[in-house]
């Protein structure tokens, strides 16, 4: 199904892209609609509140998961993936 294609092809490019920068992609979520023409699109984003995402060597939480477990830190968390992204 083309979906699960689409979805296993952002896995693959997301998590090869973010291992590098000391990033584990545990899991996301994706949304899928249709134009009126009836193309399917990926209409999400990528981000700490869609994707569970964890320092690769210490599994420090670095997502939406530190605000729902109350872990403290969630911006800093948002912050670090930020200085990761932009190869700070």
Not at 19 to 24: A, D, H, S, T, V
Not at 52 to 76: A, I, N, Y
Request: proline share 2%; hydrophobic share 40%; charged share 30%.
């Amino acid at each position: 199904d083309q979906i699960a294609s689409y979805a296993l092809a952002v896995n693959t490019h997301l998590s090869s892209y973010l291992l590098p920068l000391g990033i584990e992609l545990i899991d996301f979520k994706l949304e899928f609609g249709k134009t009126q023409g009836g193309k399917l699109v990926l209409a999400d984003e990528i981000s700490p509140d869609t994707c569970r995402f964890w320092d690769s060597k210490t599994g420090e939480k670095l997502d939406k998961d530190r605000f729902r477990r109350d872990m403290g830190q969630v911006e800093e968390a948002y912050q670090e993936i930020l200085r990761r992204l932009m190869g700070a």
